[in-house]
């Protein structure tokens, strides 16, 4: 499905990403770890489409489709979707009428009608169930004076909302207490097909105890350096990452 | 001749016109005295620093226009808030158009000041209020010499009126260049309600310029609603001076949508005579092209325990301009004065220019006031967040902006003119919204 290829990108001249390859098939569950500044975020953004950032070798395949040239609505009219690390606060727009404006317009890219008003209340009650959001939340603003929790569990809200072929979670589990954990990660887990595939950022493990990772890939100074089977992840939690840091660095050197 | 040499040897022209033993007569010719001495503003006076008159000025205007003109409905029906039963009081030229009014005198006064400058038995109301609390600027001198026409509302005593009023003034542009001089008074009495819907509209791309001044009584807790709609064409021109006296526990709010025209300035005087009472004054502004928008505001904070809020958006594109320049006077026994003043724009082009000008003049020391300016551009970060969704950038940026000028509307009482604001907004960003608003 997903299948990135020696990339390599630079934000205002500096190079973050320096030669990351993967491999992403339907119905695998990958997580990305890694010390701060390593570039996960980067990673995320690139995929989605942020225009800061300029990809300066290697390339983006979805489905087999280069996606360089695609806008980030584009992209996600393909299915990719991103849960943000940080979710923008958009006063005067609300939760509802946010997600009827994003279904709609990519139902107009595909060259549907609008979805009929009572299948979309019917949507959004059946999916604000599955994330346990009161209705009252979605007629707040966006993201507005939601705590840390909400806002995350709004993300994975959203996600449900869009059913993407692609979900990258960019450090969904911080900010969330035990129980909101385990709310987001039972509504990412509902949602896994054989269909679509998930990729995970996470600085912790704790995340990956309730979405369970088919692969686990550390990535450091712009590389992926390491790869492996969930217990990779266990490995990291007790270790931490200085082993891997050493590694690299020795190597380097 | 100049115009302003035009204007003052027409005066004795347009009295002999209108009827010279009218019992305004003395306040017109000291009017016209005035407006010889003063004339027309300059860049000099510091209230119209960032606001030139002079490609509005440079028109050879018609004072008195030829011709009747007439309208139909169905040409001029969009702008009308239709949906909804209301009053209507139109003008067309200038000149009263009977077949597309609905005026009343049945509980309440809705009807022409020309009719309640010539009738005795408005005489005692006009006695009292007329030109009582416009200013005696250039500007509104001008207005008061030349004053015939317009709207006159007057609500009795504990009436609250059921249904909108709405002020229509549309010109034709059938004579080439046209000066409107519309004169309103709206006098509500105590504990009564009232909301009103002013528009001001060109129907061709001729130069128009109307000088229009609003007289604005709010008695011992009335309660005034009053919407302006500015959406004109590109040649059309608006100076409105609106003047609002308010009296103890009134509430009078006036919301400002200015989105057409060349040059629109709105001179929004409030003056707080009384206690516990609150005014709000509210505008957005989307403009584009060379447009020209200045909203200059006054509350003068004369007596204790009063509010005042002020919220003022602007968006503006192409090589647009926009000032704000907001005053507050907080005299000396008005204590425990809230006042709040708030100016926020965003910049869609590198050639559109906003000047903000804050000014608080605050004489007592128990009061709360606050004033806030931004200025800026659409947030990046939440294009992004829209655009990862599936929303592509226009329409991206038009819910940014909707939702940026929101807090206004809000505040709208009538829900059928908020739909149609809505919808001029929606039109003048080029989106569709994408949900019913």
Redesign the interface.
């Known amino acids: 499905m997903l299948k990135i290829n020696n990339l390599h990108a630079s934000v205002e001249d500096k190079s973050i990403l320096k030669g990351i390859n993967l491999e992403v098939k339907a119905g695998e569950v990958h997580a990305i770890m890694g010390p701060n500044g390593s570039g996960k975020s980067t990673l995320a953004s690139v995929i ?4 800061e950032y300029e990809v300066t070798d290697g390339n983006i395949l979805l489905d087999n489709e280069d996606i360089e040239d695609l ?3 584009e ?3 393909k299915g ?3 849960s ?1 690390q940080y ?7 609300s939760v509802t ?2 997600m ?7 139902r107009k ?1 595909k060259g549907l009608e609008d979805m009929p008003a009572k299948e979309m209340l019917q949507l959004i009650r059946e999916k604000s169930e599955l994330l346990e959001i009161d209705r009252k939340f979605l007629s707040r ?1 966006l993201n507005e004076g939601f705590s840390g929790g909400e806002k995350k569990r709004n993300e994975i809200f ?1 996600m449900a909302m ?1 059913e993407p072929k692609l979900a990258i979670l960019d450090e969904t589990d911080s900010g969330l207490d035990i129980d909101a954990l385990r709310i987001v990660a039972n509504g990412v887990n509902k949602l896994k097909s054989k269909d679509n595939a998930v990729i995970v950022i996470t600085h912790y493990q704790r995340l990956l105890d309730y979405i369970v990772p088919d692969f686990v890939h550390v990535l450091y100074n712009g590389k992926i350096v390491k790869s492996g089977g969930k217990e990779l992840a266990h490995e990291l939690e007790e270790k931490g990452y200085d082993w891997i840091k050493e590694e690299e660095d020795a190597k380097n050197n | 001749m100049s115009l302003k040499d035009k204007l003052v040897s027409s005066f004795i022209a347009f009295e002999n016109h209108v009827d010279i033993d009218s019992k305004i007569h003395d306040i017109r010719s000291e009017a016209i005295k005035t407006f010889e001495t003063e004339g027309f503003p300059t860049k000099k006076d510091e209230a119209w620093k960032y606001t030139s008159l002079n490609s509005v000025l440079k028109h050879d205007y018609s004072v008195f226009p030829k011709q009747e003109n007439a309208l139909e409905y169905n040409d001029i029906k969009k702008y009308f808030i239709h949906d909804i039963d209301t009053y209507k009081i139109v003008f067309i030229d200038g000149k009263y158009s009977s077949h597309l009014s609905e005026t009343t005198h049945d509980g309440l006064d809705v009807c022409l000041m020309s009719a309640a400058l010539s009738k005795p038995k408005y005489q005692l109301v006009i006695d009292n209020y007329f030109n009582k609390i416009a200013t005696k600027d250039g500007l509104s001198s001008l207005n008061t010499a030349f004053s015939k026409e317009g709207a006159y509302i007057h609500i009795p005593k504990n009436k609250v009126v059921a249904k909108p009023i709405q002020i229509l003034h549309f010109s034709t542009g059938n004579e080439s260049t046209l000066l409107l001089q519309p004169r309103n008074l709206i006098v509500v009495e105590e504990n009564a309600h009232v909301q009103i819907i002013e528009r001001h509209q060109s129907v061709t791309d001729n130069p128009v310029l109307t000088n229009s001044v609003t007289e604005i009584a709010a008695n011992k807790r009335a309660i005034v609603d009053y919407y302006k709609i500015q959406n004109d064409n590109k040649n059309a021109s608006l100076i409105d001076s609106t003047f609002v006296d308010q009296k103890r526990e009134s509430h009078v709010s006036v919301h400002t949508f200015s989105f057409g025209g060349k040059l629109t300035r709105n001179n929004l005087n409030f003056y707080q005579n009384g206690e516990h009472m609150d005014s709000t004054l509210n505008g957005v502004t989307i403009i584009g092209d060379k447009q020209h928008v200045d909203h200059n505001t006054l509350v003068h904070h004369i007596e204790p325990n009063c509010e005042s809020h002020q919220d003022y958006k602007g968006i503006f594109n192409d090589s647009s301009t926009g000032v704000f320049n907001g005053k507050v006077i907080v005299n000396k026994e008005a204590q425990k004065t809230n006042a709040f003043q708030s100016n926020n724009n965003i910049l869609l082009s590198d050639k559109s220019t906003i000047n903000s000008k804050p000014q608080l003049e605050i004489f007592a020391d128990d009061v709360k006031c606050s004033h806030g300016c931004t200025i800026g551009q659409l ?1 990046e ?2 294009l ?10 226009k ?2 940026k038009g ?2 902006m ?6 206004v509307l809000k505040s709208v009482k009538i829900p059928e003119l908020k739909q149609r604001i809505t919808k001029i907004i929606a039109t003048k960003l080029g989106v569709n ?3 019913d608003l």
Do not use: C, W
């Open positions: 989605a489409g942020k225009e806008a980030a609505e992209r996600a009219h990719v979707f991103l943000f979710p923008v606060e958009i006063p005067g727009v009428n946010f009827k404006t994003a279904i709609n317009q990519t890219a603003s959203q869009l | 947030d970060s939440a992004f967040y829209m655009k990862s969704r599936g929303i592509p950038e329409e991206a819910l940014l909707y939702a940026f000028s929101n807090n919204i994408g949900f």
